[in-house]
């Protein structure tokens, strides 16, 4: 295999079993994947699904239980320096020394990677996060957004092929947003492999070449986006019906049917199988009066559903 065939990460059989007080947590359950290079990738799940585990293994916070992962070819185990070169990280959470400039936190974390300073790109980076007229501002005084634009400059210092985004879009506004995806997807353009984890699945869905969802620690899709959103083609409607049930009807159009309320049935379908008509038809055949009925959006839960339910069949 050729470098430029090499997958920019690649994950096998990752496991992480945390252990505190007594209490064994597994946050990620033999997961295996690659992200080709060149893409946005997106890695979604819900809260506490094993996104964070799995970014900080790679950034060599967290101590994988098994398994191995390589960044742009290097092992972590074996190779952990070139591993760590060839990825920046932006984190979660904001945490900055408030007393540096912009400018100082870039070069300190530029000497952290051991950049030579010719070769440094302070200027190029605060220039593109669009900070060069806060380069000698208190961290402290900076905004919300600025500070989010700092960490992903910070992460660039080195200029890494990687660049990982963990949930960078949590409490920022719209305008803020979109810079940040501009300049993301700037990176990308310049050849950046980009991994974003978000439990949005819009989010995800605009930006990612190829999405992975992880739930409970397990992988459970990893598709290029639009045969992931083709998925996402179930369609949910919530029926009132005219007394108390004490179970769901089956019909082979039913993706899934739940009772939700003594007289409230949930029901899902996939809109290329049958149409809302049929589904209301096949109540009405087993007997039961509709007294109302409304439809909502498939989100991501929906495509876990469908999706543990291939897994499952
Ligand atoms: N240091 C730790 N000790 C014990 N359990 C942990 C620790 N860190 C994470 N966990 C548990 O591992 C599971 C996965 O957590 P993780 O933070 O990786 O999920 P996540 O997908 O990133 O979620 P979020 O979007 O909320 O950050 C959760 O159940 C979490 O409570």
Redesign the pocket.
Known sequence: MSSADQPAIRITDLAKT?E?AGQR?R?LDGVTFDVPRGQIFGLL?P???????LINILAGLVVKSSGSAEIWGFDIDRHPRNAKRSIGIVP?EILFDPFFTPREALEIQAGLYGVPKPERITDALLDAVRLTDKAHAYARTLSGGMKRRLLVAKAMVHSPPILVLD?PTAGVDIELRQQLWDYVRGLNRQGVTVVLTT?YLEEAEELCDRIAIINHGRLIANEPTRALIAKAQDKAVVVEVDRDLDSAPGNECFEKIELTGPRTLEIIYHKDKVNAGEVLAALQRAGLGIVDVSTRDPDLEDVFLSLTREVAA
């Not at 809260?47 to 585990?53: D, P, R």
Request: hydrophobic share 15%; net charge positive.
């Open positions: 945390y505190s947590k946050a799940g809260n506490g699904a094993g996104k964070s585990t979660q949930e439990h």
